[in-house]
């Protein structure tokens, strides 16, 4: 939300100076002392007698009121002018929130999450709509880690992604276009998947300003069931993780709870970080990784204010197209009279 919303001209000198030279002309034009020119006139006999006609008086009257429409016109049209002239302009002051959480979303991609993938994302995403400020970065792994979208605090963009990745997921087929182009490099020896200890050290890894004091936090998404042996096992990365002082909230597939061991490792390893632990779909598993996080420590960031300034021409604009539509109304009405009158005159003479 803008903080601080001001309007004003950027050249107001030259606006002030076309204004001035506006009400100069119009009183030279309206000045007492000018007198009406006589080249050209004409001299009528009897002019008086025409004068006291009251069809005379009714034209000068009409005259008289036709010249000061147009004045006024002319005087909106040159105001809008003026306006346009000037440059009007809109400047925006917002000052920016910037926290110092970053959140890396780490996804185990491999074959066993295929079909429960697409709820996993879901789950992401309410974890995401209950954040305010943060930097979100997604990850997904199964042999190797590929990062989807690297830390950032545009909200819109990491929403799209994680539409795109759930479209990927959503057939459930590990055979499927969609998911081979998604999780292309995930798998780099089919006899090596689903290291959740290589998934979680890849993950850590992500986090960029390490030389700034900042709260970070991983969401981890995953069944446990490796394939192979990786480089780290689920202990090493935990321990991994707490070095570099990452908090990671587990999120277990349901398939996980047929393996008691692996729930076990797995909530042994999140939980020793400070992070907390769930299974996909339980009651409350989102709001307990939203609230986890909103309790991690995270210190202002002064950051200079946000300002935009966008030109105004649309007033102007309205203005200006006022006065010329008057002009052009008020010509036309003037051009139909004249017709008139003369239709009027020459139906008389005959």
Known sequence: MWDSDTTGFRWPWLALALGALVLLLLVLWLRPWRRPSRAGASYVA???????????????????????????????????????????????TMSQEDRTRDIVLCLDASGSMAEVDTEVLREFRTIISGLRGERIGLTIWSGAAITVFPLTDDYTFVLEQLNAAEKAFASGDVYSDEYAVFTAGTVLDW???????????????????????????????????????????????????????????????PATAER?????????????????????????????????????????IKRPPLVQVLDRPHLGTVIVGVGLAGLVVLW???????????SAGGGERR
């Open 46 to 92: 009897h002019a008086a007698r025409l004068q006291s006609l009251p069809r005379f008086h009714a034209l000068v009257r009409r005259q008289v009121a036709f010249g000061a429409c147009l004045t006024l016109a002319a005087l909106v049209a040159c105001t809008g002018a003026v306006v346009l002239a000037g440059r009007l302009q809109q400047r925006q």
């Open 191 to 253: 006899d090596i998947q689903s290291q959740m200890g290589d998934g979680l050290a890849s993950c850590v890894q992500r986090f960029d300003r390490n030389d700034e004091d900042r709260s970070r936090a991983v969401v981890l998404a995953s069944d446990n069931e490796p394939i192979g042996a990786g480089i780290f096992s689920v202990p090493d990365a935990a321990a991994y993780a707490r070095e570099k002082k990452v908090v990671v909230h587990g999120i277990a597939a």
């Open 260 to 300: 008691p061991d692996a729930v076990q490792q797995f909530e042994t390893a999140v939980t020793s970080t400070g992070g907390t632990f769930s299974m996909l779909g339980a009651d409350g598993s989102a709001k307990a990784v939203i609230d986890a996080i909103a309790a991690l420590d995270a210190k202002p």
């Open 332 to 342: 036309a009405v003037q051009g139909v009279l004249v017709l008139r009158d003369r």
